[in-house]
């Protein structure tokens, strides 16, 4: 039998054993939790996810340094799980404060993902911690063009405005000498110098582009905030090639930050038709279903597919959660935020969500 099909054969039993494991785990206490999965790991020794999972047992027993060495493995084993790499970040930047490699995390989670708005709070949470404000906000508006609910980024904004403007705040351009807040502010609203034409019989034509040049170019227009020209180029991507699930996935983005919600329903579920085993296209439809028209059945029916096969996905586990909420099942919304804090025990907005869920209830039980 080839090398490969042993692997491949290892890897399935692995799976069909693990999960019978995490039977086991979930019903006893952290140490001997912990010894379960060390006891499989002496057994597939590269599976990421048991890695990622005794990491968090080793979190929450007070082992930071077995920790971080089981994330890093998880992360290693698997590059581009993104769960593994959002909690490695996460990590570095709640337990050890290594804001360096915290930030290189999660800017490689966004080259991956330019949508992904857990990284973009990440960012902007660690840059209005070591004092880069101007970038904290860019960041935290990027997640309100994507998701205008996000409640994190809305109250980080409101105290980024206080603070940028303070008559003596000094801001810094990208490889520019200081400015303060008001000559900030006139740079943004200075007319657009006018090109410089060279002269006709110099003119060349323009260069036929790849679809992936075009594609790169779109994404760079869409983060610096031309969405109109962003679009223009993608559906040119369309126009060329109807199968391309990824530029009907963006398209759909664009759209709902626009506001033009329609548009954005038809460009995320053509996506997902062409492309429905994709987990990020799932998402994305799910949560305009949600937050854009309020189908909250509808999103939630995505939510529970999609969680069904990925256990341990802290988005979908937190929108589970929300539409829960949002529908007045309170004991599954509580199950579902318990089962974020498990696997992410440092995770504020879960925890914040949870609190504020308790002292509903025993405020009903005063009255």
Same mark, same amino acid.
């Given at each position: 039998m080839p090398d490969y099909a042993n692997k491949n054969l290892i890897a399935i039993e692995g799976a069909a054993t693990y999960e019978r494991i995490l039977e086991v785990v979930r019903e006893v206490e952290t140490d001997e939790a912990i010894h379960h999965l060390q006891d499989f790991l002496k057994i597939y020794p590269e599976f990421g996810q048991a890695h990622n999972d005794i990491a968090v047992l080793h979190y929450q027993a007070g082992n930071p340094l077995k920790s971080l060495a089981h994330y890093e493995k998880a992360h290693k084993l698997e590059p581009a799980n993104i769960l593994y790499r959002k909690n490695l970040a996460d990590f570095y930047f709640v337990e050890l404060e290594w804001t360096g490699d915290a930030i290189h995390t999660y800017l490689d989670i966004l080259k991956d993902n330019p949508f992904d708005v857990e990284a973009l709070n990440a960012l902007g949470t660690i840059s209005l911690k070591i004092g880069r404000k101007e970038q904290a906000r860019q960041y935290f508006t990027r997640t309100l063009q994507l998701d205008g609910n996000n409640m994190e980024? %809305?109250?980080?904004? /409101?105290?980024? +405005?206080?603070?940028?403007? $303070?008559?003596? !705040?000094?801001?810094?351009?990208? #490889? #520019?000498?200081?400015? %303060?807040?008001?000559?900030?502010?006139?740079?943004?609203?200075?007319? &657009?110098?006018q090109p410089v034409f060279a002269p006709v019989s110099t003119i060349q034509p323009e260069p036929t582009r790849s679809p992936d040049e075009l594609y790169r170019e $779109?994404?760079?227009?869409?983060?610096? !905030?031309?969405?109109? /020209? $962003?679009?223009?180029?993608? /559906?040119?991507?369309?126009?060329?090639?109807?199968?391309?699930a990824k530029v009907f996935n963006d398209l759909g983005v664009l759209y709902q930050q626009r506001g033009d919600l329609q548009c954005s329903r038809h460009y995320h579920e053509e996506a997902v038709r062409l492309k429905p085993a994709d987990v990020v296209f799932q998402k994305n439809l799910a949560d305009l279903l949600c937050v854009g028209f309020g189908e909250l059945e509808a999103a939630l029916q995505i939510y529970v597919r999609l969680q069904a096969k990925?256990?341990? !996905?802290?988005?979908?586990?937190?929108?589970?959660?929300? &539409?829960? +909420?949002?529908?007045?099942?309170?004991?599954? @919304?509580?199950?579902?935020?318990?089962?974020?804090?498990?696997?992410?025990?440092?995770? +504020?907005?879960?925890?914040? @969500?949870?609190?504020?869920? /308790?002292?509903? !209830? %025993? #405020?009903?039980?005063?009255r």
């Open positions: 980024a %809305r109250q980080a904004l /409101e105290q980024l +405005r206080a603070l940028l403007a $303070a008559p003596f !705040d000094t801001l810094r351009i990208s #490889g #520019g000498s200081p400015i %303060r807040s008001q000559e900030r502010l006139e740079v943004a609203s200075a007319p &657009v110098s $779109a994404i760079s227009l869409a983060e610096a !905030d031309r969405p109109h /020209e $962003a679009i223009q180029l993608l /559906e040119k991507l369309v126009a060329q090639n109807p199968d391309n990925s256990l341990q !996905d802290i988005e979908i586990l937190k929108a589970i959660s929300y &539409v829960c +909420r949002q529908v007045g099942k309170a004991t599954e @919304a509580k199950f579902f935020l318990e089962r974020v804090l498990a696997l992410q025990p440092w995770d +504020r907005e879960a925890q914040e @969500a949870l609190r504020m869920m /308790e002292s509903a !209830d %025993r #405020g009903v039980e005063l």
